[in-house]
């Protein structure tokens, strides 16, 4: 095979993440199940060891050399960050605030509900064998962790989705986003709690303690520089407290939606904003996709991680449908509108990847539940539009008409 530098197989693999995603989305038209960014993150697990490295094993050890791997993780861990820290930057509680009692028994339900559905189905996977579970992880992580990958709503591809469908602002847009919001700020508890170092528990008090005095002089600082320095300063800040997170054995992702969420969102123009989350999305986040799929492992048996990945789905879409349900039921809902709530609060990608790269990197779970859990978000977010649309076009036809004249 001819001798290709490292800075070579570097750009081929870039290449690859970039051109094979955007000519599948492209030729087959996927959009209306799949958008560009699941179709990346179904290309990175297609190139990685259980696919590619399995049919061509030569041609994959080749270009994802260490070298190359290496160089690609370090770009994947710095878009990571910045897409986290936006995240918590258009976090908006005040939305939540505003319709509490339902947003709370909502909100509430559709968390609870596929957590505890995710906590089983977690429990019968450590009762069928080993294999499951990290070398770090307690039993208690380890439920704890699949339980609430399952119950994850990812708020960036939910806005992406709800644009789709053109109902954003529409007022049952306002509450889906709510509802998602509180979900999203109990993600980033849930992981701190598995996360905790009881053996280093003062130092993790000590930054949170250090955080919030910090946070208090970034928030004044952020008022009173112009608009363009506050991206370059809230971009110093990020790496700060992403430091300083994975100093106290918390991680640098947790620092990261810290840094964001602690922000006054309404200092960066929401047009800026936008257009600089789909800049991270189109330009960087595609090499995380292929990290995250070269970090997939298929050593139990491919029947095996794909049994598991369909008990983690149900689980994962029985439990937020039944949760939404209920709480339809108890706030009187229309007919039709927790089906449709339901479905679309079944987004992903992206913020649960996320999420359970964060417990292989600290190895509480192994590489074959992550793989099973990557499958599971992957066919919960496509089966999200297809299954929300015509529940919302039943909605639209049953709604009130408006007068003639």
Not at 157 to 183: C, H, N, T, W
């Amino acid at each position: 095979m001819t001798a290709f530098g490292t800075p070579e197989l570097f750009l081929v693999a870039l290449l690859v993440i970039f051109a094979v995603p955007f000519l599948i989305w492209r030729i087959f038209r996927t959009d209306y199940f799949a958008p560009l960014v699941v179709v990346q993150i179904v290309c990175g697990i297609l190139l990685g060891p259980g696919v590619l490295g399995a049919v061509l094993p030569e041609y994959y050890h080749f270009v994802f050399n260490p070298p190359v791997i290496a160089a690609l993780g370090s770009i994947a861990q710095w878009a990571v960050m910045i897409f986290v820290w936006v995240a918590g930057l258009e976090l908006d509680l005040k939305l939540a605030w505003g319709r509490r009692l339902e947003t709370g028994v909502t909100a509430g339900l559709a968390l609870v509900t596929p957590l505890a559905f995710g906590c089983l189905a977690a429990l019968a996977m450590l009762a069928s064998g080993p294999g499951w579970a990290g070398p770090a992880g307690a039993p208690w992580q380890v439920v704890l962790g699949i339980g609430m990958a399952c119950a994850v709503t990812a708020l960036p591809i939910l806005v992406l989705f709800m644009e789709k469908l053109r109902i954003l602002r529409q007022p049952i847009g306002q509450r889906i986003l709510g509802y998602a919001s509180l979900d999203d700020v109990a993600i980033w508890g849930v992981l701190a709690l598995i996360l905790m170092d009881w053996e280093r528990l003062g130092r993790q008090l000590a930054f949170l303690l250090a955080f919030a005095l910090a946070a208090l002089a970034v928030r004044r600082l952020m008022r009173n520089i112009s608009a363009p320095d506050r991206w370059y300063v809230g971009l110093i800040w990020l790496a700060a407290a992403g430091l300083g997170a994975d100093w106290c054995g918390l991680h640098y992702m947790v620092g990261a939606f810290l840094a964001g969420a602690v922000l006054d969102g309404k200092l960066f123009e929401r047009e800026q904003m936008d257009r600089f989350r789909d800049t991270i999305l189109t330009t960087v986040m595609p090499v995380f996709f292929l990290s995250t799929g070269l970090r997939t492992n298929w050593q139990v048996g491919g029947a095996v991680v794909f049994g598991a990945a369909l008990l983690l789905l149900a689980a994962s879409v029985g439990g937020k449908i039944v949760g939404v349900h209920i709480a339809g039921r108890i706030l009187g809902w229309r007919r039709g509108e927790a089906t449709a709530i339901g479905w679309l609060l079944q987004t992903k990608a992206l913020i649960m990847i996320i999420f359970v790269s964060i417990l292989l990197d600290k190895a509480i779970i192994s590489r074959e539940a992550f793989t099973a859990l990557l499958l599971m978000a992957v066919a919960s977010t496509m089966l999200s539009i297809p299954m929300a649309s015509p529940a919302l076009a039943r909605l639209q036809l049953a709604s009130p008409q408006p007068p003639n004249g």
